[in-house]
């Protein structure tokens, strides 16, 4: 499986962007799609994943209420809708993927990135005040 995402830019505080990230392969080929972000000095954190066989969705706390993760099939693309975005937002954010058919929320503990698979290269988020 291969990940590509993209999206980023520049936004102001306020503002939206909606990320996407495509998928090669087969879509039964994983179980969870995630997005992470990273921002300088800081670990890699899940923001929000979704369970591709149940469609299951969950989010950390930060973004709930802001942010939308969803999914075309048919695409195999993943997305994730950020709204009201403030500086604390930005990162570079990245899609994963895991073969694990676990509940998707594990991968957005605080080592749940070491259970991803599949990585995209990451996309820039930055946020204007």
């Known amino acids: 499986v291969q990940l590509q995402a993209f999206g980023g830019g520049l936004v102001q505080s306020g503002g939206s962007l909606r990320l996407s990230c495509a998928a090669s392969?087969?879509?039964?080929?994983?179980?969870?799609i995630a997005w992470f972000r990273q921002a300088p000095g800081k670990e890699r954190e899940g923001v929000s994943c979704t369970h591709t066989h149940d469609g299951t969705t969950y989010y950390v706390d930060s973004v709930k209420g802001r942010f939308t993760i969803s999914r075309d099939r048919a695409k195999n693309t993943a997305y994730l809708q950020m709204n009201h975005l403030n500086s604390e937002d930005m990162a570079v954010y990245y899609c994963?993927?895991?073969?694990?058919?676990?509940?998707?929320?594990?991968?957005?503990?605080?080592?749940?990135?070491?259970?991803?698979?599949?990585w995209g290269k990451g996309t820039q988020v930055t946020v204007s005040s």
């Open positions: 392969g087969s879509p039964s080929d994983y179980y969870t």
């Open positions: 994963a993927a895991t073969v694990s058919p676990a509940p998707c929320q594990v991968v957005l503990t605080p080592r749940g990135r070491y259970g991803m698979d599949y």
